[in-house]
């Protein structure tokens, strides 16, 4: 008999322990696993190693401002287009308060298939050339025995957990995304995945349509509907801009002054108060949340 993979956030919170590499699935304008982020955040979880295989967003920056990052593998990290550089990734790395391992979308894509491949590292053109092989020690430069060209060898980069947000999923892990092409790298490469879900549908459905299926036999699944607030979920809400805006303008005030009051208030209310999703969902508000509704 087939497992449920089915867990309330709590249980799937308990794979996520200090020190991991998390890899965050997501990118700009598209489902981010926010009921996850929360959660580390509630729970204090540090010593962090982030990687986001395209450019991270605004759940990145919260998770910087919560204190639990340590590095991050990235080609950088935005505010959901209302920012081009999330203020609190630009002022950590200003101060030297976290590590980056630089690198552009590419790099970390090669990495993360070195994991998948169960290889030490993956070649790679992109780089060459340029200043990153000396910003990142990670990275080495070496000539192609094939063609005698220079190439990147890019190490695996492996997370421990994986955490993403998809459509649906059945009870077994199988997911479907609407979008989510990038998510597939993260679960290859990653030795546990968390998939957190706007639905938990029958098998009989997962089936009914199985080339949509891209995630098969994920370790863990979470209901979340509303799970990516504030940003998209495909075919199921927008962004909230209204809370990115409020959250960007937060942030600066708090670097630019040297007070951090406002936007430790700031993640205190959204992040840690809120005991569970559905708290939080309440402290939004169904007005808001209905308001976001795509058409």
Not at 30 to 57: C, D, F, N, W, Y
Not at 163 to 178: M, P, R
Not at 270 to 275: A, G, I, K, S, T
């Amino acid at each position: 008999m087939r497992k449920s993979r089915v867990l309330d956030e709590e249980s799937a919170l308990d794979l996520i322990q200090d020190g991991m590499t998390i890899s965050i699935g997501g990118h700009l304008n598209s489902a981010h696993p926010m009921l996850l982020i929360r959660g580390i955040i509630r729970r204090g979880i540090k010593e962090l190693t982030i990687v986001t295989s395209a450019q991270g967003g605004p759940e990145t920056g919260f998770l910087i401002a919560a204190g639990c990052v340590k590095m991050l593998i990235t080609s950088g990290v935005h505010a959901e287009g209302l920012a081009g550089i999330d203020p609190c990734f630009r002022f950590a790395l200003q101060n030297g308060d976290i590590e980056l391992w630089e690198a552009d979308e590419g790099i970390v894509y090669a990495g993360l298939r070195a994991a998948a491949q169960g290889l030490p590292f993956s070649p790679w053109h992109g780089g060459v050339g340029t200043s990153i092989p000396e910003l990142n020690s990670f990275l080495k430069q070496f000539d192609d025995p094939i063609t005698g060209k220079p190439l990147l060898a890019v190490p695996a980069i492996r997370p421990d957990v994986a955490i993403l947000h998809a459509a649906k999923s059945d009870e077994y892990g199988n997911v479907q995304h609407v979008h989510g092409w990038g998510d597939r790298a993260h679960y290859r490469a990653a030795k546990k995945t968390i998939v957190q879900v706007e639905k938990v549908v029958s098998n009989e459905e997962i089936r009914r349509d199985p080339s949509k299926t891209s995630i098969i036999g994920a370790d863990a699944i979470v209901r979340a509907p509303f799970g990516a607030h504030p940003m998209a979920s495909p075919e199921y809400y927008l962004e909230d801009q209204a809370f990115i805006k409020n959250y960007v303008s937060v942030a600066n005030a708090a670097f630019k002054s040297g007070d951090p009051t406002g936007l430790d208030a700031f993640i205190d209310k959204y992040f840690v108060q809120p005991e569970s999703h559905v708290d939080y969902l309440e402290k939004i508000g169904v007005r808001q949340l209905l308001s976001l509704h795509e058409f």
